[in-house]
């Protein structure tokens, strides 16, 4: 079982950066894809990106691509997502989620095993 708890997000600016991170229980945490999605208001849930297990390898949705980092730090069981010159359009809860096994690029939904319970970014115009 893992937990998963996301933390950092906000109110920033257009064109702002923004840096949300998620805590994992556990001490298995270096056996996880890592991956961050979002959802706006009355849209589907999203993919943003994804990191393998060791950190070796990531994978972005075009949207995001350039502007978003994400990363992760197996000592201290978090994934980060470093998000840079931020648009209106970026605005979501923006949730972490745990894949078991060792994939480079984990992008569906189903693939992932535990989620976290989000966390809200909003870019102003």
């Known amino acids: 079982q893992v937990q998963l708890e996301e933390a950092g997000g906000g109110l920033v600016q257009a064109g702002g950066s923004l840096r949300i991170s998620c805590a994992a229980s556990g001490r298995t945490f270096d056996t996880y894809a890592m991956g961050w999605f979002r959802q706006a208001p009355g849209k589907e849930r999203d993919f943003v990106a994804t990191i393998n297990w060791s950190g070796s390898s990531t994978y972005y949705a075009d949207s995001v691509k350039g502007r978003f980092t994400i990363s992760r730090d197996n000592a201290k069981n978090t994934v980060y997502l470093q998000m840079n010159s931020l648009k209106p359009e970026d605005t979501a809860v923006y949730y972490c989620?745990?894949?078991?096994?060792?994939?480079?690029?984990?992008?569906?939904?189903?693939?992932?095993?535990?989620w976290g319970q989000g966390t809200q970014v909003t870019v102003s115009s």
């Open positions: 989620a745990a894949a078991a096994g060792r994939y480079s690029k984990a992008i569906m939904i189903p693939r992932y095993d535990y």
